[in-house]
């Protein structure tokens, strides 16, 4: 499997990562299911509804999906790191990813982790949300759920039609 660099931006704060390139609908997937299990976590400023935060990012993917290859990666970066940061608790993500070790950090130390990790989960997004396939992302609904608001969301795939003739 090839692998490619992450934006020039990522690379200031980790030495020279890269990813393999997954298929749009798994990428689309993934990002559903991070948006979900990540929303169910208080978020900071975020519009009316849990479910206004998960549309505004399922409508910042497909944009920049639509426009994958025109914006090229950088461009894609630019584009979904606000909505990223808007939509995600990124400080509570970098400490559950950090774990335990969260603890023996520096406030600076944190912060600079923290920081280096919404680079990253928006390196990562402008990575593989790079095409368009006639995708939907569409919140269905939201429940109450013990840690917040579960949202409820599909992915439409485009299906297309093949008509059989008889000669």
């Known amino acids: 499997m090839a692998k490619r660099s992450f934006p020039a931006i990522f690379n200031q704060a980790i030495d020279q990562p890269t990813v393999p390139k997954m298929p749009v609908c798994k990428a689309v997937a993934f990002a559903a299911g991070l948006g979900l299990s990540m929303l169910s976590y208080p978020v900071h400023a975020a519009p009316s509804s849990s479910g206004d935060t998960v549309q505004g990012l399922y409508d910042a993917l497909l944009g920049t999906m639509k426009n ?5 990666q950088s461009g894609r970066f630019t584009q979904l790191e606000p909505v990223i940061r808007r939509s995600f608790d990124i400080a509570s993500m970098a400490r559950l990813a950090v774990g335990p070790s969260w603890a023996n950090l520096t406030e600076a130390q944190r912060q600079q982790l923290t920081e280096s990790f919404g680079r990253y989960i928006s390196a990562i997004y402008a990575d593989r949300f790079d095409s368009y396939g006639g995708q ?21 795939k485009l299906m ?8």
Do not use: D, F, N, Y
């Open 160 to 167: 297309v039609s093949r008509s059989r003739s008889t000669i």
């Open 68 to 72: 994958g290859r025109t914006l090229g």
């Open 136 to 156: 939907k992302l569409e919140v269905t609904g939201e429940q109450s759920a013990p840690s917040g608001v579960m949202v409820k969301s599909q992915i439409v």
